[in-house]
């Protein structure tokens, strides 16, 4: 299963591109974005590569659902085993 990451843009320099990842920074290619992407734009990060870019709301909505999918994770870890 491959997952993509909601990433905000925060520097630009041509095609490579800082992003904040979940307060993480992270460079990654503009190379595979299909359409123009600026600093503050959300875009999906998958192995380094900006694939598509999403609007803040559906990129809040996804993150906020990674973050219940790690602490469900978390929660489960810590669990006696039956």
């Known amino acids: 299963m491959c997952l993509a990451i909601p990433s905000r843009i925060i520097e630009k320099n041509g095609l490579i591109a800082t992003v904040d990842v979940m307060g993480a920074k992270k460079d990654i290619s503009l190379m595979l974005l299909p359409e123009e992407a600026e600093v503050?734009?959300?875009?999906?990060?998958?192995?380094?590569?900006?694939?598509?870019?999403?609007?803040?709301e559906a990129a809040r909505d996804s993150l906020n659902l990674l973050r219940e999918i790690a602490e469900k994770i978390e929660e489960e870890e810590h669990q006696p085993p039956l």
């Open 40 to 56: 503050g734009d959300f875009v999906l990060v998958h192995a380094g590569f900006a694939i598509q870019k999403v609007d803040e």
